[in-house]
């Protein structure tokens, strides 16, 4: 079975020969960017062959829309468009997970409180002038 050695989560995985390399890492819960779905549209699940690309699948007419004619150069894959079929190492890190720190994602609690100030913000204006409707007049027969 082939080897697949990610970087720089330092894991290797093994996967059968012919898996699809995209379809091997999701299994393995390995974060990979994606919002096509593994059909060569997005173009976002690039890896980097760092080395073994005599063991993958010629390049598909979609990753040559995509990605251009310069694997010789950037040594990058759709993960979607790529078969394995021998020991390989890639390079996912471009993939790196977004973190949960308060500075990169507001909590719950801070969208509460600025959706609360707005609120606040709102009922606190004064009421610019403007066309306001007229009310019906009463009238008694």
Same mark, same amino acid.
């Not at 005599?54 to 078969?83: A, D, M, P, W, Y």
């Given at each position: 079975?082939?080897?697949?050695?990610?970087?720089?989560?330092?894991?290797?995985?093994? %996967? $059968?020969?012919?898996?699809? !390399?995209?379809?091997? !890492?999701?299994?393995?819960? #390995?974060?990979? /960017?994606?919002?096509? *779905?593994?059909?060569?549209?997005? *173009?976002?699940?690039?890896? %980097?062959?760092?080395?073994?690309? &005599? @063991? +993958?699948? &010629? @390049?598909? @007419? &979609?990753? =040559?829309?995509?990605? *251009?004619?310069?694997?010789?150069?950037?040594?990058? =894959? +759709?993960?979607?468009?790529?078969?394995?079929?021998?020991?390989?190492?890639?390079?996912?890190?471009?993939?790196?997970?977004? /973190?949960?720190?308060?500075?990169? =994602? /507001?909590? =719950?609690?801070? #969208?509460?409180?600025?959706?609360?100030?707005?609120?606040?913000?709102?009922?606190? &204006? $004064?009421?610019q002038g403007g066309f306001r409707r $007229?009310?019906? @007049?009463?009238?008694?027969?």
């Amino acid at each position: 079975m082939p080897k697949i050695k990610i970087n720089p989560h330092n894991k290797t995985i093994e %996967v $059968p020969e012919g898996s699809n !390399l995209r379809e091997e !890492l999701v299994r393995n819960d #390995i974060y990979i /960017k994606t919002t096509c *779905g593994g059909v060569a549209s997005c *173009g976002l699940c690039v890896a %980097v062959i760092e080395s073994g690309e &005599e @063991f +993958l699948n &010629e @390049f598909s @007419f &979609e990753e =040559r829309q995509l990605l *251009g004619n310069v694997f010789h150069i950037t040594k990058e =894959r +759709l993960s979607c468009q790529t078969i394995v079929m021998g020991d390989i190492t890639i390079d996912l890190s471009a993939h790196q997970e977004a /973190k949960t720190s308060k500075t990169i =994602r /507001k909590s =719950r609690e801070q #969208i509460k409180e600025e959706k609360e100030l707005k609120e606040e913000a709102k009922v606190l &204006e $004064p009421k610019q002038g403007g066309f306001r409707r $007229p009310k019906a @007049f009463k009238t008694e027969e």
